[in-house]
């Protein structure tokens, strides 16, 4: 599966911002999905995960109350909704499929990982 984030971009702290990943070449629904971001000098970490079914979904401690993952297997798309933006969000955004097709629940460790779309920056001033 190809995947094709965006959404990215410059918002003041306090902002919102709502990220995309389309996917291609295979029907989402087959895979669990999550994003992961990565800020400069730092290692790449989970955001939040969601099942096939949209019926499970996790989050990082430190996005909690804020972000919201969802899924629209019909448009073959996943989302980040986040709200209340602060300048430690600031990284580049990845989605990823999980490496093993019909999956059950959601998963947060990167080495479930194996199919990364490009990245989509995040910037956030303060």
């Known amino acids: 599966v190809q995947l094709q984030a965006s959404g990215g971009g410059l918002v003041q702290a306090g902002g919102s911002l709502r990220l995309s990943c389309a996917a291609s070449?295979?029907?989402?629904?087959?895979?669990?999905m999550a994003w992961f971001r990565q800020a400069p000098g730092k290692e790449r970490e989970s955001v939040a995960a969601?099942?096939?079914?949209?019926?499970?979904?996790s989050y990082a401690d430190s996005v909690k109350g804020r972000f919201t993952i969802s899924r629209d297997n019909a448009k073959n798309t996943v989302y980040l909704q986040m709200n209340s933006l602060k300048p430690e969000d600031t990284a580049v955004y990845y989605c990823?499929?999980?490496?093993?097709?019909?999956?059950?629940?959601?998963?947060?460790?990167?080495?479930?990982?194996?199919?990364w779309g490009s990245g989509t920056l995040v910037t956030v001033s303060s």
């Open positions: 070449g295979r029907t989402l629904w087959m895979y669990g």
């Open positions: 990823a499929a999980r490496r093993t097709i019909l999956s059950v629940g959601e998963s947060m460790e990167v080495v479930d990982y194996d199919n």
């Open positions: 969601i099942s096939r079914s949209a019926s499970g979904t």
